[in-house]
């Protein structure tokens, strides 16, 4: 079986995720809102406090349906942050801390089915 250069660079990329995700596991700490990334995409932990002048996408939002809990890149819920309350889980966008199930930020998809 010949194996591409592409397809290699791809296995060995997928290799070092789960070799990642293996070695430190899961986030156990809330993500920080001053976080670069966090700043950058416009997290908020709770979707209710988004500034709408500052982020329209979550203006459109007239149902409260854009939060975390709903997104695409929420992988796993239901897990406790340290010292906080509330639901949080983890996110694909943000590897450094949970997300607030009612948080949300600009790069919000719905989850097919929800």
């Not at 982020?55 to 239901?78: L, N, R």
């Amino acid at each position: 079986m010949k194996t591409s250069r592409r397809g290699f660079a791809s296995l060995m990329f997928l290799a070092g995720i789960t070799w990642k995700s293996r070695l430190y596991g899961e986030p156990k700490n809330a993500l920080d809102p001053n976080d670069p990334t966090a700043k950058a995409l416009g997290y908020y932990e709770d979707h209710t406090k988004v500034d709408l002048s500052k982020w329209p996408k979550k203006a459109q939002d007239k149902e409260g349906k854009q939060i975390c809990k709903t997104c695409v890149f929420w992988t796993k819920g239901g897990l406790k942050a340290e010292g906080r309350e509330g639901e949080w889980g983890v996110c694909t966008l943000f590897p450094k801390g949970l997300v607030s199930a009612t948080g949300w930020c600009n790069s919000w998809a719905l989850k097919p089915g929800t």
